[in-house]
């Protein structure tokens, strides 16, 4: 698996996904600026990474500050910490990320660290973060493998793999996991339309693997299902509500519907930084609109007629109804997912039907 995101020396290198799989281009940011810009145009994407870059950016730019004392440094990285938080809505791990170097932050300045402790910190934590989410795929991995039966033909919507992660991915991760316990896996993947993560970025990962991928288009899914071609279907998430509501991917939805009618089990694979206990239910979730060339383009080729209006919501909510279970790193949820996500995010695991322990180990 080549790196999607990377600190190096000076600068944040990303794999550039809006080129995959065309070209494998680097894209070496070497300020916070560059490194919003980034994320806002889809050089990187998905949840989890671009928490990680948000982190990595703003330490990046702390790092290059000219300032000599704590109040300008906390000016500054207040106007950072904005710029990350403007690039995209959806994602809850973006301001999860954000929270946590605000958290070490605060902690060195109260501290009384001088402003290069602080800058030290703040890239000792973002360095953390990624590691972290490594650490969490391979554990969402290992649980949800177990969800996988001998043989699974697979369908997954949009990209939640490693270019969507620091790490193996969270849908995927659980993909490869399977795989890697000896399990014939065969996987479906939407296109994904408009930006087509699907047939571009999962694809690409899967094939480079060595994992047997299909492509289809969004339309064909449902009559897959009818036809009996899929077993379960696993997705990833970019904000979880306390009740089991998910945001992804737009088209996600639909799948969902879909596999409840075919009586399909409806994965969702996340970290616990995807779930937003302070967001009730899924109606609260801010759902990114972009760029209506996304719709109206493929590559440099136009395919609506000038005049016709588009729409292009990035995301939709899936009720917590049709999914099935979700797949974190510390335990899988199952409904009512009130009680198990809020059990899972304090420090609990599931130990038996409806029942909680407190989990030890540092994850
Ligand atoms: O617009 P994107 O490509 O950032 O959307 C990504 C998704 O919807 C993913 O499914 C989600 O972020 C989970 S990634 C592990």
Not at 42 to 58: F, L, W
Request: hydrophobic residues 45%; proline residues 4%; neutral net charge.
């Amino acid at each position: 698996m080549l790196p999607t995101i990377e600190w190096t020396n000076d600068a944040i290198v990303m794999i550039d996904q809006r080129k995959l799989p065309a070209s494998e281009i680097y894209v070496s940011c070497k300020t916070a600026q560059e490194v919003a810009k980034a994320i806002k145009t889809m050089v990187i994407r998905g949840a989890p990474a671009i928490g990680v870059a948000a982190a990595m950016g703003i330490a990046l730019g702390m790092r290059r500050s000219k300032a000599t004392g704590t109040k300008q440094f906390a000016t500054e990285f207040q106007k950072l910490c904005d710029l990350m938080a403007a690039t995209r809505p959806t994602a809850v791990n973006l301001f999860w990320a954000i929270e946590q170097v605000k958290r070490v932050f605060a902690e060195a300045a109260q501290g009384g660290c001088s402003v290069d402790e602080i800058k030290q910190r703040l890239e000792a934590e973002a360095r953390r973060i990624h590691d972290a989410d490594v650490a969490s795929c391979r554990a969402m991995g290992a649980f949800g493998a177990d969800l996988v039966p001998q043989d699974a033909r697979i369908l997954t919507h949009c990209n939640a793999g490693a270019l969507a992660t620091a790490g193996s991915g969270t849908a995927l991760g659980v993909i490869r996991a399977a795989a890697g316990q000896g399990k014939n896996v065969v996987v479906l993947a939407d296109e994904t339309r408009p930006f087509l993560q699907g047939a571009r970025l999962t694809a690409w990962e899967l094939v480079k693997d060595g994992i047997d991928t299909t492509v289809i288009t969004d339309n064909m899914a449902a009559s897959m299902m009818r036809l009996g071609n899929v077993d379960l279907v696993v997705v990833g998430a970019d904000r979880i509500a306390a009740n089991g509501d998910v945001a992804n991917k737009i088209g996600t939805y639909g799948v969902a519907v879909l596999a409840k009618e075919h009586e399909i089990p409806f994965y969702v694979a996340a970290p616990l930084s995807t779930i937003d206990l302070n967001t009730t239910d899924g109606s609260k979730i801010p759902i990114e609109e972009r760029s209506d060339r996304e719709v109206t383009h493929v590559g440099p080729n136009r395919l609506t007629p000038e005049g016709a209006h588009i729409r292009n919501p990035a995301f939709d909510v899936t009720p917590a109804k049709y999914v099935t279970a979700i797949i974190t790193e510390r335990g899988i949820a199952r409904p009512p997912f009130h009680e198990s996500l809020a059990a899972l995010v304090s420090g609990q695991q599931a130990v038996g039907s409806g029942q909680w322990a407190v989990v030890s180990e540092e994850l």
